[in-house]
C-alpha cells in the first residue's frame, strides 16, 4: 500500500519549473530517503506534500486520498512535516515545544487533556529526552534539539512523517543519533518516514527505499542495493563513483568520487 502517491505533478516558483510531469509511489511503513544535487527539488517535493507550496497541476493523494479534497487540520492528523533548521522563541522548555504537535488534534476550548499529556510524554521518552523535558532547547546538544523537534512532530500522533534535512549542521555523531532514533520508529511502530538528505552514505544505510532526483525527475527509486550504481550518481550528481558494499553486504558505499569531466 502507498502511504503517498504524486501523480503528474508539476511545481514551480513562477516561471522556473522545479518538479517537471512527476509520478512517484511511497511506500507504506517503510523509511524513505530523497537524494539529489543542490535545487534538484528534494525540499519542494515535501513542501508540496504538505501542502506549504501549492503545485501549478498534478495530484497528490495521502492514504489513497486526494489532499485537494481535504482540510489542512485533517492532513496534519495524517502527516507530519519538520522542516529544515526549524526555530522556536527562546526559554521554551522541551516538553513545552513537544506539546505543539498536539494543536491538529485540540478544540478551540479547552486545553491539554489527558490523551494529549500521555502523548507527549510517549514522545519524550521515544525521542531519549525524559532526562531533559524540563530543559531549555537552546541549552540542548545539537543531537538533543534535533530530537525534541522530532518529538513534536511524533506528538502529532500520524502514521507519516516528513522532514527536510534533518541532519543539516550536525556532526558525525549527532547525525547517526538522529537517524537511528527515526529508524527505530519506523521499525518499532510502522511509522511511514520520509527524509530529505544530503549525506549519500548515511541515506544508502538507513533507508528501505531511495529515492534520487534531478531536476525535478526521478532517476531511481528503490532498495539502496539495487538502484545506488555507479551510473545512477554519474546521472544524479555528476560524477565518477567508486562503490564497495558494506562490511554485511546490506547496502553500497561511496567510498571515493570524481567530477566527471566534458
Partial sequence: MEAISVKNLFVAYESNLIIDNMNLSIPK????????ANGCGKSTLLKTIARIIKPKSGEIFINEKNIKKQKEKDIATQVAFLPQGPTCPSGITVKELVAYGRFPHQRMIGGLNSHDKEVINWAIEETGLKDFADREIENLSGGQRQR???AMTLAQETDIIMLDEPTTYLDMSYQLEVLEVLERLNKKKNITVVIVLHELN?????????IGL???KIICNGAPKEVITKESLKEIYGIDAKLQLSENKSYPICVDYELVRG
Avoid at 548515511?202 to 531511495?210: D, E
Wanted: contains cysteine; aromatic residues 8%; glycine residues 14%.
Fill in 29 to 36: 511503513g517503510e523509511l524513505s530517503i530523497i537524494i539529489g
Fill in 148 to 150: 525534541a523537534w522530532i
Fill in 202 to 210: 548515511n541515506a544508502c544505510r538507513f533507508a528501505s527505499n531511495i
Fill in 214 to 216: 534531478k531536476r525535478g
